[in-house]
């Protein structure tokens, strides 16, 4: 994300060759067509703009473009909620300053990795059947109440800190256990990304968990040549837990307006099935785990104040 101008060039290149004629409403003529999708003529003609000034914007000159152009590109592009997203960030990135200073601070801004307030951690605990947590726009996850960090107890495992879910989809080979639908997993997590990097350019700890994706993993090196983007705001989550079992759970990723950049994820299971059933055995197993965290803390404490004790 460092070359915006090469990443704009990507994007706009990528969406104009997955889009048919047909797809965009035009008519064919023959058979023979030397480029994949649509010809950067047929896009302009469709933007209402130029060839000379698509090209331009293909080019990487997405800076000057006015919201009225974006927004003929996006549908002409028939690009999805996410994508237009990256495209508006893309170019709000590019212009020149002062909005190039604006964009640089809201990155500035996102890349912090705050305290979590108390008030937002004691919704967290008051959840007490439901796992939840908080991350950033990284995929840090930043708190936990007891049911999150006993579901996700692989994540939590791996010794990188901060505890990161892309960078144990990656380069931690019990995510291919611990996640049942690994290919989509990873596929998603390279997308929000690639998402959280068009908001947040120039965040540098977000440059350096992609650096250390790409020159680490292969399969992250692919997907992130995709240029796909995506949100992740809700669906059904497919574990393998190592106490459990399998798990369906659905989740809901819910932005928390006092904090900028922070989502918090909670999952939950449909009463009587048997997903719900597991997290019930979920909740004894993290109790009984925190049971002996405190007794081993207690006793660890009373050896310190007392330790010639014994025969």
């Known amino acids: 994300m460092n070359d915006l101008r090469g990443e704009v060039r990507e994007f706009l290149s990528s969406r104009r060759a997955r889009l048919t004629p047909e797809q965009a409403g035009l008519p064919v003529y023959g058979g023979n067509r030397r480029v994949a999708g649509l010809r950067r003529e047929e896009v302009a003609m469709l933007t209402g703009v130029s060839v000379d ?154 440059i350096r968990l992609i650096g250390e994706l790409s020159t680490q993993s292969e399969l992250f090196r692919q997907r992130w040549a995709s240029r796909d983007v995506k949100y992740h705001r809700s669906g059904l989550k497919r574990l393998h837990h190592p106490v459990v079992g399998d798990l369906d759970l659905t989740f809901e990723s819910m932005e928390l307006p006092s904090e900028p950049g922070l989502v918090m994820n909670v999952y939950t299971a449909p009463a009587g099935s048997p997903s719900a059933d597991g997290l019930r055995m979920l909740a004894s197993w993290a109790a009984s785990q925190e049971a002996d965290r405190l007794g081993a803390a207690g006793a660890l404490s009373a050896h310190s104040e007392h330790p010639f004790t014994g025969g």
């Open 53 to 206: 000034y698509y090209v331009r914007l293909e080019r990487g000159n997405l800076g000057g473009a006015s919201e009225s152009v974006l927004d003929a590109l996006a549908r002409t592009l028939q690009l999805d909620e996410a994508e237009r997203e990256y495209l508006f960030d893309l170019a709000r990135s590019s212009a020149p300053a002062p909005a190039s200073v604006a964009a640089r601070a809201r990155a500035a801004s996102r890349g912090k990795s705050p305290e979590v307030r108390p008030a937002v951690l004691q919704v967290l605990e008051a959840m007490a059947d439901a796992p939840a947590w908080v991350r950033n726009g990284r995929h840090d996850i930043l708190a936990a109440n007891r049911m999150g960090r006993a579901l996700y107890a692989p994540v939590f495992d791996d010794p990188h800190r901060p505890v990161n879910t892309t960078r144990f989809t990656y380069l931690n080979p019990a995510a291919r256990e611990f996640w049942r639908d690994y290919d989509q997993i990873a596929n998603d997590a390279a997308a929000m990304l690639r998402l959280e990097a068009g908001r947040a350019p120039h965040d540098d700890g977000l």
